[in-house]
């Protein structure tokens, strides 16, 4: 198996978004449910419409036509990457329906394996289990467990973050997701550290967070200073009334190219000016407002996955996104994705970059 030289021994080995991309974890649709209802998804669901069918359907399966047409966008997504030449791995099935409690709390159901993006942030040689910040995922990192395992026999680092309580001291009681225009604030509290891997985003040495509703300033400190003076752990300031995720916001795509959504970074941090970067504005989405989108917002689209400093598979209905990566010098791949996007998210979230080849660098 190709191995890059900075990962001699270890199958895993991720540095940046853009390496060439060798193996990627790709979730699945199987035994994908509606996430059971909590408190913290009023803070995170952008569409307030949505509240009363999670209500009533959380914790059961989704509609068979929905799943469906989720699996062959997920298909097509596979047959891309294969296609290729990248290596995709899946999670193992797990039971997602059984009810669980802990002393802190109790929940109707797990969730799915719909997006590893999510749960492993892979740092270099390293997998580190994020501390997640929903209570209905406590347990999805079980789905990753088997290929952890393997990753680990073949030389990689794997570490869990603090297991979080996620008791009611986790959460701001009574809180209110601002309106747009209001100040921007989150549900968490700083009772513990908490993050989802897909609050940050890897660029070499430098290593890009932002606070969210599943991301706390103590779970920032808790990386940077896990991480090491290896690293540089920078906070990025955003604007967003129902944050979730760093990477339909500010996605740093390839050496000297920052793709960011206008509507969320309020300040580009400094560093990428002095170093040149060119900063890339993404279009406005075309997914039509129609589209029943359950977990995620039309800004989506910026949810690319880089094969290399070129190729970049993008989702089909983007037309004005799809024009614009060709102007920036990128070789887009369209793949049909808006109805994977309907219960999950993008193509991003339901990849993880398992190995890339290439070294770790800075690009400031
Ligand atoms: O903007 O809808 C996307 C989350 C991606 N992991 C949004 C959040």
């Not at 989720?70 to 999670?91: K, M, Q, S």
């Not at 797990?110 to 406590?138: F, H, K, N, T």
């Not at 430098?206 to 509703?213: E, L, M, R, T, Y």
């Not at 779970?219 to 990025?236: A, T």
Request: charged fraction near 25%; glycine fraction near 8%; include cysteine.
């Amino acid at each position: 198996m190709a191995q890059s030289e900075t990962t001699v021994g270890s199958v895993v080995g991720a540095h940046n978004e853009w390496d060439l991309l060798e193996e990627v974890v790709v979730g699945t649709v199987e035994g994908a449910l509606v996430p059971p209802w909590d408190t913290m998804m009023e803070a995170t669901l952008h569409d307030k419409g949505l509240w009363d069918y999670f209500k009533e359907h959380g914790g059961t399966s989704w509609p068979r036509e929905l799943l469906a047409a989720a699996r062959n966008d997920i298909d097509e997504f596979v047959h891309i990457l294969e296609a290729e030449g990248v290596t995709v791995r899946r999670p193992t099935p797990y039971d997602f329906a059984k009810p669980f409690a802990t002393p802190d709390f109790e929940i109707a159901s797990s969730c799915y394996a719909l997006m590893p993006r999510d749960v492993l942030l892979v740092i270099g040689d390293q997998i580190i289990e994020a501390p997640m910040g929903w209570r209905s995922r406590y347990h999805e990192n079980h789905a990753y467990k088997d290929l952890c395992k393997e990753y680990f026999r073949s030389g990689a680092r794997w570490v869990s973050a603090p297991r979080p309580q996620l008791g009611d001291a986790s959460y701001k009681k009574d809180f209110v997701p601002p309106e747009e225009g209001e100040p921007m604030g989150t549900i968490l509290t700083e009772f513990e550290p908490l993050f989802d891997a897909a609050d940050v985003i890897k660029c070499g040495r430098d290593i890009f967070i932002a606070q969210s509703n599943c991301c706390n300033r103590f779970g920032i400190d808790w990386l940077r200073r896990h991480l090491g003076d290896e690293y540089r752990v920078h906070e990025v300031e955003v604007y967003d009334t129902h944050p979730m995720h760093i990477d339909a916001t500010f996605y740093p795509l390839a050496p000297g190219k920052l793709l960011i959504n206008p509507e969320r970074v309020k300040r580009v941090p400094a560093m990428f000016e002095q170093a040149g970067w060119d900063v890339l504005v993404c279009p406005e989405p075309l997914m039509p407002e129609t589209h029943p989108m359950f977990n995620c917002s039309r800004w989506i689209c910026m949810n690319v996955l880089m094969l290399d400093e070129r190729r970049v598979i993008v989702s089909k209905g983007e037309g004005n996104l799809i024009r614009a990566l060709q102007d920036w010098g990128f070789e887009p791949i369209p793949c049909n994705f808006y109805d994977f996007e309907t219960i999950g998210g993008g193509l991003h979230c339901a990849s993880l970059d398992i190995r890339r080849r290439g070294g770790l660098e800075s690009y400031f």
